[in-house]
């Protein structure tokens, strides 16, 4: 009897279907996966005891805490740390995938290096550190004794007031160069909104967990804003059913992110308008007097039309708004419809704690400060700052100063030496650093006015909003110093390599998280040991100063970095109490809503310091809610929604000032 074509299909059918109900497959696949397993090129760890490190995360400014497991020697797990105030047991993804950074050979550089191919190529050499430190520093002297100190650039993307970029301002100092930036952040943003309109030069503090309305211009809530591990433990805050609280969640984004498609409410406003619909909301709330009247009439400025000293007439914040950004005219600039915006306005301004939050993305680059400060009026109509839940003002981190040195004459030259990126002039007052400005001057001199550029923490080729214009810069300068761990694109166009540890190997501190609302400091502590010839990148400076010699060396009298870091944590310890434990049943936010604290556990500096390298923190969750009388620091000493510091900067600037 033959086969027949059916007799086939369902011997085949059969026969897989029968494979299926066998444990034959799944067998074969988990012998198979062992079986791997065993083979010599596959990495397993070792066997051994395990322990856990605990540290705290430097891999983006939200300093969370995280315990590293180990078996023996070697890291094979990052999680959150439940003892820590910042993020509660939370880690982001990036914190967890940490251990790629640390083990990837491939990605790493594994000591000193020196270019041996063409720039940008990628081909180097290792080196010794004292053959790359003497290369470097003999570089730098030649440019000091020909008198041109100010030929030697540095880009520093450290954190604002760290003791790193203190240290790396110090030396470019020290040597007579004023040519010292830094990759500007949403922080330098941050900064200038707080001096024009508060006058402070503190961090901006979102007190999120204790307000009941977020309104978010396109902070990337759920993609790594703020600190990223104490965002999202707030998020399941905000929708807390059981404890009978529940924020309300608006997010203001032309982009379909995945904060706005989780949002309570998404408002997708055409790309760039988001100043204008703060306005328009801002009009709304005018019209029908939902503002707290005694914030606005007794501690701001220019909200009402006023005259100036010299008899000038300048329009006010509320004429502006009601004259130019009516629902109507901002529906035709923004597409949304202006019932929307008449409604949304009231629900924010009805809000117990409402809070606008401002910059866009996780807020790795500068924003527009019309943007900022055109959000953050609506956190002032709604009076609003420095109230539970919403906008804390504070002054900056009671760090101690590094002590002054002198600048001999050599370096007293060269610091007479304009800016080439020309920030802090009268044409950018309150630019910190342009980096894109030393790109130009680079690129249109015949030769370039850079002879050595210094970068540290920073990848200027691929973060630059313009890279391609830095790229074409960085190919000009004859000599390229990249201090990265990292093999990434501004270091692959370097002449030589002083590597970085990574988080996980050095000592490190943490400033402020941004947008925390209440003065932090962490200290990360190696989870291993090095596992290449590289340095922790302050303690590169200190030696780079010392092989420079008299009189730069006499400016850096720190034998380590860590010396440096315990130098300036003595001022935690002299400005008061902190803490340097957490017990995770009372959060930070919650003692710092009930406006007590508990007494420290130390009785001294080294008990203090001893406690930090333990903990990794000391913080301060206390303030002092309201006291608009004496808050503000501006000329006015209000808040002030007309700036009188752009105003005198215009004045100044027309004058054709050469001051600063």
Request: glycine residues 8%; contains cysteine.
């Amino acid at each position: 009897m033959g086969m027949t074509r059916r007799d086939f299909v369902k011997l085949v059918v059969g026969g897989v279907a029968g494979l299926h109900v066998t444990p034959l497959p799944w067998k074969l696949t988990d012998d198979i996966a062992i079986w791997t397993q065993n083979w010599p090129w596959v990495p397993v760890p070792s066997e051994g005891a395990f322990s856990e490190e605990k540290s705290v995360c430097t891999l983006c400014p939200g300093g969370c805490g995280i315990k590293v497991r180990k078996v023996d020697d070697r890291a094979i797990k990052i999680e959150g740390r439940t003892d820590f105030p910042i993020n509660p047991g939370g880690i982001c993804p990036v914190g967890m995938g940490g251990l790629q950074l640390l083990y990837d050979k491939d990605l790493r550089f594994t000591s000193p290096m020196k270019r041996v191919g063409p720039r940008g190529s990628g081909d180097f050499a290792p080196i010794s550190w004292t053959d790359a430190l003497n290369i470097l520093a003999n570089r730098i002297k030649k440019l000091r004794l020909d008198g041109s100190p100010q030929k030697l650039a540095a880009i520093d993307g450290n954190r604002l007031g760290s003791t790193l970029s203190q240290l790396i301002s110090r030396l470019m100092r020290a040597v007579g160069s004023p040519n010292y930036l830094r990759c500007t952040t949403v922080e330098d943003s941050y900064w200038i909104l707080n001096t024009l309109m508060q006058g402070n030069e503190g961090p901006v503090a979102f007190d999120l967990e204790n307000s009941d309305f977020i309104l978010s211009f396109g902070c990337g809530l759920l993609e790594g804003w703020g600190a990223p591990g104490r965002v999202l433990n707030a998020w399941g805050l905000w929708h807390e059913q059981n404890a009978g609280r529940k924020t309300k969640i608006v997010q203001i984004e032309s982009r379909a992110s995945n904060t706005a498609s989780k949002a309570d409410q998404w408002v997708a406003v055409r790309p760039g308008t988001e100043p204008a619909f703060a306005l328009g909301l801002a009009h709304v709330i005018i019209k029908e007097v939902l503002y707290d009247k005694e914030f606005v009439e007794n501690h701001t400025f220019g909200f009402s039309d006023w005259t100036s000293s010299n008899g000038r007439q300048h329009m006010g914040f509320k004429t502006l708004v009601m004259q130019k950004y009516s629902p109507s005219k901002v529906a035709s600039l923004t597409g949304i419809d202006p019932g929307l915006i008449e409604k949304l306005a009231r629900q924010f301004a009805r809000a117990r704690s409402p809070i606008a939050i401002f910059g866009r993305g996780k807020g790795l680059l500068n924003g527009s400060i019309y943007e900022f400060m055109a959000v953050h009026s609506l956190n002032a109509l709604v009076g609003n700052i420095n109230m539970p839940g919403g906008v804390l003002v504070y002054d900056p981190l009671p760090l101690n100063k590094l002590p002054d040195f002198e600048a001999d004459p050599i370096a007293e030259s060269g610091l007479g030496n304009p800016r080439l990126d020309q920030a802090d002039t009268k044409q950018y007052p309150f630019a910190a650093s342009l980096v894109s400005n030393l790109a130009h001057a680079i690129l249109e001199a015949t030769n370039s006015p850079i002879d050595t550029l210094l970068v540290f923490g920073a990848n200027p080729v691929f973060t630059e909003p313009d890279g391609g214009l830095f790229y074409r810069a960085i190919k000009k300068i004859p000599f390229v110093v990249s201090f990265s761990p990292f093999r990434d694109e501004t270091a692959q166009m370097a002449d030589l390599i002083l590597p970085d540890h990574t988080y996980l190997e050095k000592t490190d501190e943490i400033i402020w998280p941004l947008t925390l609302q209440y003065p932090f400091y962490g200290l990360s502590r190696p989870a291993v040991e090095p596992i290449y010839q590289t340095k922790n990148v302050g303690d590169s400076v200190l030696e780079l100063a010392k092989a420079l010699e008299e009189p730069v060396a006499s400016a850096f009298p720190w034998n380590s970095y860590e010396e440096v870091l315990k130098e300036r944590a003595r001022g935690l310890f002299e400005s008061g109490g902190g803490l340097v434990s957490y017990d995770p049943k009372t959060p930070a936010w919650e003692l710092l809503k009930r406006g007590t604290l508990p007494e420290p556990e130390y009785n001294s500096f080294d008990e203090m310091w001893e406690a930090i390298r333990s903990s990794g923190m000391w913080y301060r969750p206390s303030h002092r809610f309201k006291s608009w009388a004496k808050l503000f620091k501006t000329p006015t000493g209000k808040f002030e929604f007309f700036s009188t510091q752009i105003q005198l900067a215009i004045e100044e600037y027309a004058q054709g000032s050469d001051n600063p």
